[in-house]
């Protein structure tokens, strides 16, 4: 998977501050409502909130997961039958706790009276529904949305529950304003969904699909959640309000330090690991480690130094507090590591390790019982100090384990054989769903007879393909003559004549209209030859999470891929300006199936669903940069596939070099709607790509480039007119017959 640097920390930025705000929040809220309540009454308040928290975390069965993975599969129904189950869950739960507090009006024991067993249950739904909603938000792309619901929560969460208290001195009127506060973020998170997910017509989803991809990680997550949250509730059946009061403020302080793994682990899961190679994976499982390592490090001692000199001042009556965080801290840190492990095997789908993780920190937690008994408050921190490190190591453990999993199973591997395992078993990601889709292909040429008879005469093999569809921008006398032959003996080949030269990217879109329905779409390039079949290429493309597929393209004897690259920024483009093309020249010398950026047009494999929702091609580019701007929209719907198998020869430029003056031109006015459309908006994309075609200018003027100097003062004075009447040049239109 290529992501670049930049993106990788913005997004890491964006996560840090969706819980950054809210962790100062609640902090906030936390202390406040400490020193108005005192001891008992924040006992009750963090009973509530904690068992809530533990009870929504157990229940939500991580839909999130099944969701993002239907939508990234292009089913959007998905979402639909998902917030159906989750309102089942929501009313199951709550129905039960009210229930079961009328039956038992002296309630469960110790701190958990009847009224109290029932605000946890109302609080256990409002927070599986949050969960379930803003998770599934954040793993789409939303990182802005779920950012803003998280720090709306707090935010309201602390305006309302502070002066409530203040009014009252009671701990009910805060845990009102918290429901309150968790209702609004949910209902925010709905809506950005409602915006994010587009309605389809296709087939209504497979539940069971979604709840089979959700439900190891869940196992996971629900012993995580165990260990993080049994120690308060145990506290309070067996110690009372007052303990936990004050325990639940150390916890407080402590759990600060998990803020960047809470951070680091959403990114993980953002990444999709599945779509990376077991190399690309472990670098950046090694990356955010150490990342974690040094900034929890660095809050930890921060923490430690906050609680020995503020909290003596700020809450006098909670003693021993400052104790209870130094006891704490040493199991936190260890944890937030077991945290980035997990989220690494939930992504994965690697269902063994996180089912192993899950009933591992389930078992420890019972650990608690002994601990607080003998103890109290200082015997629950010393409890998860103790298990928390324990957990640790065993999925450290674990993950060594996971590494051979993810190597066996990581797409593009070769399955095992004989003795060492079952080859469709292994391959099981890859081979799912195998059988050929109907697949349509579409060729957009222009005077390319000489190329696309071998293209045609390739394409004739294989019996996968449904339609073939030229669309000939140059009316050409011999591509009209060509095709007119060889549909005697193919009836799938269709030949249409726009009559103008309509470019690339309506010329596909001309195609795609007159073919008939089909599963997939593959644009061909006239001067590309496949020798495998497309129909297999859209099957493997079907049964994984992407939404576009190429496979490697090579030219002559170069074995090399000339079709994959990483995105373009505008750092690659001022090297493109200077070097050509071997500023991405990196990706050609990669090996292995993965995700990258953008694929070339001269092979491309979408789903008809997909490239609907996508609105086709952009026909504002009239020649190049439209694969790239697909591309890059369909980043929010499962990326780029890149299978590294021979899939054709290229030969590249064959359109080009019959019209290479209008070409070269078109060329630089697309990456100029480009910039100003994906680089920086209409502002910053339109200083960038000014600078990028004075820098290109000045340096193929001063190494003398064969497209001549006419042609190049041409293509700098059309790019200017454009940048300052967007959408104003048409370079295609009127171009010689």
């Known amino acids: 998977m290529n992501f670049s640097r930049s993106e990788d920390l913005r997004k890491i930025g964006n996560l840090l501050a969706a819980r950054a705000v809210p962790m100062i929040a609640s ?23 904690s068992t809530s928290s533990l009870v929504g975390a157990l229940t939500f069965l991580s839909l999130h997961v099944g969701m993002v993975d239907g939508v990234r599969r292009g089913d959007s129904h998905v979402v639909r039958r998902g917030l159906r189950c989750l309102g089942i869950m929501c009313g199951v739960v709550a129905t039960a706790a009210i229930v079961a507090s009328l039956v038992s009006p002296q309630g469960l024991g110790g701190s958990f009276t009847s009224a109290t067993v029932g605000l946890c249950g109302v609080g256990g739904a409002l927070t599986l529904a949050n969960l379930a909603v803003l998770r599934t938000v954040q793993g789409l792309g939303g990182h802005l949305e779920f950012r803003n619901a998280l720090i ?28 309150v506060s968790s209702l609004v973020s949910t209902v925010m998170g709905l809506r950005a969904l409602r915006a994010t997910v587009p309605h389809s017509d296709g087939p209504v989803a497979d539940v069971g699909r979604m709840l089979r991809r959700s439900l190891p990680g869940h196992l996971g997550s629900s012993g995580q959640q165990l260990l993080h949250s049994g120690d308060v509730v145990i506290l309070g059946a067996l110690a ?80 021993g507090l400052p104790i209870l965080v130094a006891i704490l801290l040493p199991g936190v840190l260890a944890q937030g590591q077991a945290r980035l492990a997990l989220a690494r095997f939930t992504t994965n789908g690697d269902a063994r390790a996180a089912s192993a993780v899950g009933v591992s920190s389930a078992v420890l937690a ?12 200082v015997g629950a921190a010393l409890g998860s100090s ?88 140059s009316s050409d006398v011999e591509t009209e003559r060509l095709v007119h032959r060889l549909r005697d003996g193919d009836p799938r080949l269709q030949l249409v004549q726009p009559g103008s030269n309509l470019g690339f990217a309506r010329g ?170 994906h680089l920086g908006g209409r502002s910053a994309g339109s200083v960038g790509a000014g600078f990028v075609a004075i820098v290109e200018w000045l340096a193929r003027t001063s190494t003398r480039q064969g497209e001549g100097q006419a042609t190049r003062n041409r293509a700098l004075r059309l790019q200017w007119r454009e940048l300052r009447r967007p959408q104003s040049v048409i370079v295609l239109e009127g171009a010689e017959e």
């Open 366 to 377: 019972i650990g608690y019982v002994p601990f607080i008994a003998s103890g109290a408050t």
């Open 27 to 49: 902090i906030a809220t936390t202390f406040i409502t400490a020193a108005l309540l005192g001891p008992a009454g924040r006992g009750q308040l963090a009973i509530v909130v």
């Open 152 to 179: 709306i929560q707090a935010v309201l969460y602390l305006v309302t529950a502070v002066p409530l208290t203040l009014w009252t001195r009671e701990a009910l009127p805060a845990i009102l304003a918290w429901m």
């Open 386 to 473: 103790v298990l928390y490190i324990t957990q640790t190591v065993i999925v450290l453990f674990i993950s060594r384990r996971h590494r051979s999993v993810l190597q066996d199973t990581a797409p593009g591997s070769r399955p095992k054989t004989g003795a060492g395992g079952d080859a469709g078993q292994a391959f099981e990601s890859v081979a799912f769903n195998t059988a050929a889709p109907s697949v349509a292909v579409v060729i957009v040429a222009f005077r390319s007879a000489m190329h696309l008879e071998a293209c045609l005469a390739a394409l004739g093999n294989d019996d996968s393909i449904t339609a073939i569809t030229i669309v000939d921008n």
């Open 508 to 677: 596909c879109n001309l195609g795609v209209a007159r073919s008939p329905s089909v599963d997939y779409i593959v644009f061909l390039n006239p001067d590309t030859v496949p020798t495998k079949s497309l129909g297999h290429l859209a099957a493997l493309l079907r049964s994984s999470t992407q939404a576009i597929a190429a496979g490697r393209l090579v030219s002559g004897s170069d074995a090399s891929a000339v079709n994959a690259r990483p995105l373009p920024t505008q750092g690659r483009e001022i090297l493109k300006a200077l070097l050509g093309a071997r500023a991405y020249g990196s990706e050609r010398s990669r090996r292995g199936t993965r995700n990258v950026g953008q694929v070339d047009g001269a092979l491309l494999v979408i789903s008809s669903a997909d490239l609907h929702d996508l609105d086709g091609f952009d026909d504002r580019f009239e020649l190049y940069y439209e694969d790239v701007d697909l591309c890059n929209r369909a980043l929010r719907i499962g990326g780029c596939l890149f299978v590294d198998e021979v899939w054709g020869r290229h030969v590249g430029g064959a359109s080009f070099e019959t019209a290479s003056s209008s070409a070269f031109t078109a060329l630089r006015i697309s990456r100029t709607r480009y910039f100003r459309k």
């Open 240 to 319: 009372g309000s007052a303990a936990v009061g004050t325990y639940s403020i150390a916890a407080a302080m402590a759990g600060l330090v998990w803020l960047v793994s809470e951070a680091l682990s959403l990114a993980t899961f953002d990444s999709g690991v599945t779509t990376r190679s077991v190399k690309e994976d472990k670098a950046l499982y090694r990356r955010y480690s150490l990342i974690h390592l040094a900034a929890a490090t660095v809050a930890a001692g921060c923490v430690l130094v906050a609680s020995f000199t503020l909290i003596p001042l700020i809450l006098p009556d909670y003693e």
